[in-house]
């Protein structure tokens, strides 16, 4: 059939379908109804949807009245200035007064349950399986879903199977009782005569709370563990069972989950798959589908779904600095869906088809490409969501006789996240529902247009526009982070493995010291050992004594002029060449890092990331700051600001970010003009000397940066003393930071500068929990900053603070999701947390974790591996006070204590009350917390609802107060500042009596 | 008559004199000459006039061919790069080939000789002579005037008065040779019946080199000395002597001047006086003048010009903050000089009238209103400039029969800077000439239309368009410095001898401690004294000990939370508040200063006015950086960074800018948060407690501003290793700063913070006296930026360092000129130099002058006064190098090295070789060497041609590096940033998959 004939009976049918519904408006869409209003209001008031959402979203949480009615006024103000329509119902049944803010809290309360009422069958398994009967005498089928809280321990998950077994057991009993749906030829026990009656949905990340693609066979094993149990329970009782598809980052483990279960059950065809046209990968995904199921003679169902996931997935990959997955253009989804529904029918023999959309067009489409290949009925279906979009569903099942509504059920905490997607589906100003019923024929036409053309369209007008990229400076492109390693790509997968098994292959090095431009080798060695196997050497490190840093030192200074004086535009050019080396090399830095220091693959590829991000960063910062800027505007006289390098810096870089932190504070200083002595840890050294290659690679000039690992009681001093030196950059621990301050401050005979300190120390960072927070995230943020490689990051989180009310039941799902990690050497990604740096790292732990037996309880503490290694167990310990070491001293270790705070005013006080002020973070849905938390919380970083680790160049600049540091912000638009002086220049541009004019005079008052 | 009439008849009359000079040219716009094509290459290319009229005031400082071929290259390129016309002439001559540098230098030389000579009747008195008879024998009548380097010392002025001696004698002789031109009724003897045939004109700062409205009698004395011998002389001849009007600065002066020598030469009418119709004072100047005239029945005469500094005054008035004294629409200054001609002309029996312009229209209304009040022939005359608009001068003298030629001679040095105004004049797009001689009828029209019909329609559509002023910061007016004393205002000259007398007539008071926002008075005192008579004690100064110290770091303490928390910008408002207050009792805080510490009229003022700029901008500045930035665009999170202060300040300051300084620690500490505790010197105490005043009326909250003077070797060390101090801002000597960096650096048990060091410390600036460098502006700029209070500023200039090529003539000048400097109490506005603060300074700076006479020679050395006081004479010592301690160590006082070196390199590499690098100056017109310096100059201010004192808050940022300061800037745009730690605030804002969206995200790639 020609396109343009089908597209005309496409839309002759949509037209059709649209007029049997004129008229009609669903649930959702009535504005007789306060969810109706509200949604009416939404949609014209966007910050009163973010606010409406939110507070949807912090609901369920919401356990006593003064919660309730506190979140109301903190979400929507007093009564008076709340937009009356939220009050509206209640006012109507306040008679008109006031109501006072415990009935109001009421009134909303039971509104909002209605609301969610609208989009769940049931909160329990009784009430679901009754509202099924009652979908079905309607003449609809179902699927079952059942919501739950994120699943984050192997507990949560044994739950969530338990509760398909019980819903399989009721349902099993149930359906005897249920007549089939009408159907065609076929099997008369089966609904339309080929379908289950029974069919339920499952969630892959519900089955297995660790599921990564980091571990990508680990994670489908877990998850196929799991489904096979539910899925025989489906099988026995002739079930359908369709595994659902979540975000894209578990998109290919739940594809291979669904192929072995197949495998598995090769000929039975009631398992299917949900596969989601946004998509970018949509049209390869099924193809490749197809072509397996037939070269495997595998019949398969497809659910083809529009996906549910578009703002998620754009963040995220925006953050990640990933390409983004789903398609950007609505009309290119619709485009695919009818694309893709095709190559289904196409198929119709191996694969069955369940067309989920509310999209008229998209049925009518789906309808005449069935008739036009002559699919017999019982091989597609059509499935809506519950609660949506009423007049579809009867028009539809008027039509086709199949429609099957997805059904979710279970209780309102997990509801609402379900809830908020279906709102905003409902209310973005694309969805199609909410034009369908705008009732205007001039809407309707354009709905039903053919998207592959609407979509061609928009895409020759985007490809007449300007382009839209930024200048940036000085005709680079903007800053951008680097990406991060993206564990949905294969290639990314085996990177790892074959860096790390490169680099065994090599020979144990030696490690030189490299001074003026040269390698230099010395006597004196030390081994660089794999903490997680410590007989295992990566290299012997050459130390450098008195004499050597001496030398390195005249290196640097010799090499001063000459590079303070190179243009800061070149000098900038020399940290994006180095920045592409490191891209280059990215896996094999990374790998290093895994084998010296014990990092994980993610967090070592994101530690050359931001190193990555520092030189690029750096290099744009100077561009930027080495232009001199005018100051002030009168006339005749010419003021330019401008900067200069301070001269030699010592660079003495910790450990535990060991590529990113040298080479932050050593990029820094050499681009804004210094040269360089940089001593890296003994205990990184091996990944400190790829800066050396990197540099030298780049064509940094002999003597501008000097490589001098060594000891610290030999050297240190010596270094920081130098009447040379004029910067020490200086992260580590708080002890050694001090020391430098106080010997750096001493003048010595000769010396050129007052030295400038950039010091970077520890930090006892805490996380607060308020008692409104959100379970689902706080619980693996937390997880994850306090045990992420071991807790050995200044800004890991070593104590969380929880309120009261919410502490018995963060506890509880914490210490859960705690015993899903496992402990193992960082090369195997299938554990979570490795081994400490050194033995002397394991020694101080594990005596803090003695020391916090006696100070509080031990909640839990994790096993670790027999045999060599600096093990030290996952360590969570509860019961710990303000006064306690646990609370007070950097442990730098995986040791969390947990503390019991009355309210938030203590919580506060608590997380201030330490030395430290570097990174803090708070879990919680009140926005007067949050805002209070914003000032009162006085840490150099705080992060509100997420993780305290992983900042980012340029997003999140890194640095804390008090004890913590001297304020400097690593990655931030002061940090140049601190390696420089700034400088004043004034011409008198008047001569005789005649002043040149500047085009940015202020000339006559 | 009627307006309308008159200006009909104007018109016509302009009309005809166009006619009569169609189709002719002046010489100027003669493009067949090089100076012809050179004018228009100017007009039609702003950076070429530039680069010209530079290179054309160097020029005649180039003493060599390589210095003139250097120079050409440095202005104008290589020959290949200049524009042609620059090297036609030249090209023609070269046959078109290339002409190597040394030819081409020749002939661009012989052409700006020959370009100069137009203007220029001579460069010595007898070519000048003969330059008159010439100009006589063509029907005109002269003014002779002596062209002259600056007058920067009594030697020059007497020179320059003996040239006029010289010329008057030679005149006198030459007189009896000129036949009188055709003249009416009146005396045969004189031109026209009533001229004299001699006629010179006179400057009035070149007869006093110490002319200064700040001591206006004594400027007015002197001048009148030196004018009554060259007086005495024309009268005797029966010449004409006119007192020339210079800038705005010197009229009033200027004016006082021409009465007190009219009331000397009551009945002789050959003496005038020029008026400027460009100056807003024009009108009451003539009027009051016109009526004095009329009181005394003296008869006057008055040369009425448009004013040739515009650019000058307008851009020196916007420096200083100053009403613009110049009318800025040209149109409004023709109108002025038509209303003010017609004054004239009304008095014609009492004032004689010289019409001094080029301009047709004005020249038509003159002769159209004179005739209109039958004014005679005899009381009127035309002057126009030689050299210039030879068209007009003939039609004019055809018409009237009365033209004089304004006739300058004298050297090229001295010549070049009348040149520069003649090229400017003619080459500026309002030039009435330029537009003259454009041909076009159009234009005719329009160059007659009446100025104030012009004026008044200009003035309509200015005020038809919006407000220009720009809106600032939060609805402030953005930052502007605070206005400079204006001496040239009669209310400024006695406010100050008020304020002083005011002062002096309180009893000597005591001067309590203020603590917690109460005064306490303790019994160890100290008295303040005058150090021009330490026998007058201004009061007594309460000395802080320990405890006091102790208890005012607790007050901090105790203030802080509440303070910190205060909104950023309320806590502007108080420093807004404070610079209201500061500005109502200016002159009461200068004569503090005056009296306590020694400092000059203005110079205490302009320490005044920092304070308040300092207290305007930090405000500012806090209202800026106080709103939190959003870091990153990445959608689904907001970055903010923002700032916290860092805790309890300690505020040490020096005496020698007692209020500035200490206000402008204290202010950027307090509005950035942070409390203080503020320790001023014993030495200025009583300027220091103004600011416990001013901050307490501006109701700043009790214990945020702290005082505590007290004895530096109590209570200094306690007050830096205090650990509840996180932040000291010192500014004074390098030892006491070295000593706080060591102290502050020790961390002490139960410390907050890692102390923040703010520290400014001493110089040993230098100034570079290239060998093209401008004597009439680096002599006088030199000795204010050494001698200026008594050299007792850390930006004091204490070495100057001369190329050898111009070191006996720069050292002749400036040792003369430095004997102009009289040294005596500063409330004297006579004395230019004061005592030294203390007797300790007096005997540290005698020993240094003790040294300098055995490591160098005293060059001068100036009388002091006898009797009690601080005095130390002003002192020059030569022979100094670079090894030399004279060479090296900050005196702090009144002494000078001048050092020779042998070129710019070693210029350069001596002004950078002391431990110091604070501020440093050149006065260079080679743009090479200007931009060597910008970058291998390497302090904290480099001034370039102009003095190195005097930084304003936002254009010169202050403050330097090495043994000076630790790189940061005071009243620069990063000073806050000192008094901050940045914080970083991270939300995650995606919920439920939800993310609000920003209007920065940077959404879909």
């Known amino acids: 059939m020609q396109t343009e004939e089908r597209n005309a009976r496409i839309i002759a049918r949509g037209k059709a379908l649209f007029a049997s519904i004129a008229g009609e408006k669903p649930t959702l869409f009535n504005t007789s109804s306060w969810t109706g209003k509200i949604m009416e209001w ?102 079952v879903d059942v919501l739950g809280e994120a699943t984050l321990s192997d507990e949560e998950a044994e739950a969530y199977i338990a509760t398909y077994q019980v819903l399989l057991g009721a349902l099993e009993h149930e359906q005897q009782r249920w007549e089939c749906l009408r159907g065609g030829v076929g099997d008369p026990e089966l609904d339309w005569g080929g ?79 949900v596969l989601q046209a946004y998509l970018r990968d949509a049209d390869r995904d099924l193809a490749d589908l197809l072509s397996w199921a037939v070269a495997e ?36 989804t619709d485009a695919t869906y009818e694309r893709l529904a095709r190559m289904i029918l196409e198929q119709h023999q191996i694969c069955h088809f369940a067309c989920a959309t509310h999209n008229i067009r998209s049925i009518s489409a789906v309808i005449e490409i069935a008739k036009e290949l002559q699919v017999p009925e019982a091989r597609f279906e059509f499935q809506m969501l519950y609660g949506m979009a009423e007049p579809v569903r009867r028009a539809i099942l008027k039509e086709t006789g199949r429609v099957r509504l997805y059904s979710p059920y279970g209780d309102m905490v997990a509801g609402m996240g379900y809830l908020v997607r279906r709102l905003l589906e409902n209310t973005s100003n694309e969805s199609f529902l909410r034009q369908s019923f705008s009732g205007k024929a001039r809407i309707i036409e354009r709905l039903l247009e053919d998207p592959a053309v609407t979509f061609a369209q928009e895409e020759a007008v985007q490809a007449g526009l300007p382009n839209k990229s930024d200048a940036g400076h000085d005709g680079l492109p903007p800053f951008a982070n680097e990406p991060m390693v993206d564990f949905t790509r294969a290639d990314h997968r085996v990177a790892f493995p074959e860096a790390i098994a490169r680099l065994r292959s090599q020979p144990a090095g030696i490690c030189p010291l490299f001074i003026g431009g040269s390698d230099s080798v010395t006597d004196d060695r030390i081994s660089s050992r794999n903490p997680a196997h410590p007989s295992e050497i990566l290299g012997q490190v050459c130390q450098a004594g008195i004499p050597e840093v001496d030398c390195a030192i005249r290196s640097a200074s010799d090499a001063l002029p000459a590079w303070r004086d190179t243009p800061h535009r070149d000098r900038a050019t020399f940290l994006l060449n180095a920045a592409g080396i490191a891209r280059g090399r990215i896996f094999d830095l990374a790998a290093t890092q895994v084998l010296e220091v014990g990092k994980q693959w993610d967090q070592a590829y994101a530690d050359v990331c931001e190193a990555i991000d520092f030189l690029e960063y750096y290099a744009r910062e100077m561009i930027r700051l080495g232009v001199p800027r005018r100051l002030g505007a009168v006339p005749g006289e010419l003021n330019h600001y401008l900067y200069e ?163 018995d039941r963060f506890v509880e799902r914490l210490v859960k999701a705690a015993r899903a990690w496992r402990v193992g050497p960082a090369e195997d990604p299938a554990f979570a947390m490795g081994a400490v740096v050194d033995a002397a790292a394991q020694k101080k732990i594990s005596e803090y974790v003695s020391l916090g037996r006696l100070e509080g309880t031990v909640l839990y503490e994790s096993p670790v591996p027999q045999g060599e290694g600096y093990w030290v167990p996952l360590t969570i310990i509860g019961g710990i006070r303000p006064e306690h070491r646990l609370a007070r001293e950097e442990i730098f270790g995986p040791v969390l204590a947990v503390m019991r705070a009355k309210d938030f005013d203590q919580a506060i006080e608590w997380a201030n009350c330490t030395g430290f002020a570097l990174t803090g973070g708070l879990f919680s849905r009140s926005p007067e917390h949050l805002d209070r938390a914003r000032h009162a919380f006085r840490v150099g970083n705080l992060y509100i609802n997420r993780g305290i680790t992983g900042a980012m160049v340029e997003r999140q600049p890194f640095g804390g107060a008090r004890m913590s540091g001297t304020g400097t912000k690593a990655g931030g638009p002061e940090y140049l500042l601190n390696f420089m002086d700034p400088r004043v220049v004034t011409e008198n541009t008047l001569r005789r009596g005649f002043a040149a004019e500047e085009a940015d005079d202020k000339r006559l008052g």
Chains 1, 2 share one sequence.
């Open 297 to 332: 003679n595998i019949p398969i169902s497809v659910r083809l779904v529009k996906g549910a996931y578009w703002d998620y997935e754009t963040v995220r990959s925006a953050q990640m600095g990933w390409e983004i997955p789903v398609r950007t253009v609505k009309a290119d």
């Open 42 to 143: 939404s949609m014209r008031n966007e910050q009163f949807k973010i606010q409406l959402f939110r507070f949807v979203d912090v609901f369920p949480s919401l356990k006593t009245s003064e919660q309730l009615t506190g979140h109301i006024r903190e979400y929507f103000g007093s009564e008076q200035d709340m937009p009356p329509v939220l009050s509206s119902g209640a006012r109507m049944a306040g008679m008109f007064g006031t109501l006072g803010g415990s009935l109001l809290a009421k009134l909303i309360s039971a509104n909002i349950h209605e609301m969610a009422g609208q989009f769940i069958i049931g909160e329990q398994v009784g009430a679901a399986v009754r509202q099924l009967g009652k979908i079905r005498r309607d003449g609809f089928a179902a699927v």
């Open 645 to 807: 390098p301070k001269g030699v810096a010592a660079v003495i870089a910790p450990w535990n970010f060991p590529l990113a932190i040298s080479c932050g504070m050593a990029s820094a200083a050499i681009v804004s003009g210094n040269t360089v002595v940089f001593k890296p840890s003994n205990l990184s050294a091996m990944v400190g000397h790829h800066l050396v290659d990197i540099f030298r690679e780049a064509g940094l000039p002999p003597g501008v940066f000097n490589f001098v690992p060594g000891r610290g009681e030999v050297i240190g001093d010596f270094l920081v003393e130098h009447p040379d030196i004029s910067l020490v950059a200086f992260t580590g621990s708080m002890e050694v930071g001090l020391r430098i301050e106080e010997r750096a401050a001493k003048i010595h005979p000769g010396q050129l500068n007052v030295k400038k300190v950039i010091c970077e120390m520890g930090g006892k960072n805490a996380i607060i929990i308020d008692d409104d927070a959100d379970l689902d995230e706080a619980v693996p943020q937390l997880l994850g900053s306090a045990f992420g490689f071991q807790g050995q990051k200044c800004s890991a989180c070593s104590r969380v603070i929880v309120l009261d009310a919410l502490y």
């Open 195 to 273: 379908s289950p009656k029974v069919n339920v949905s499952v969630k892959p990340t519900a089955i297995f709370c660790m599921a990564n693609p980091q571990d990508f066979e680990g994670s489908v094993q877990a998850i196929l563990k799991g489904i096979r149990r539910i899925c025989a329970r489906v099988v026995a009782l002739k079930g359908f069972l369709c595994i659902d598809m979540e975000s894209y980052r578990f998109k290919d483990i739940t594809l291979e989950v669904y192929r072995r279960l197949k495998l598995e059950y090769r000929d039975y065809p009631h398992i299917g798959i």
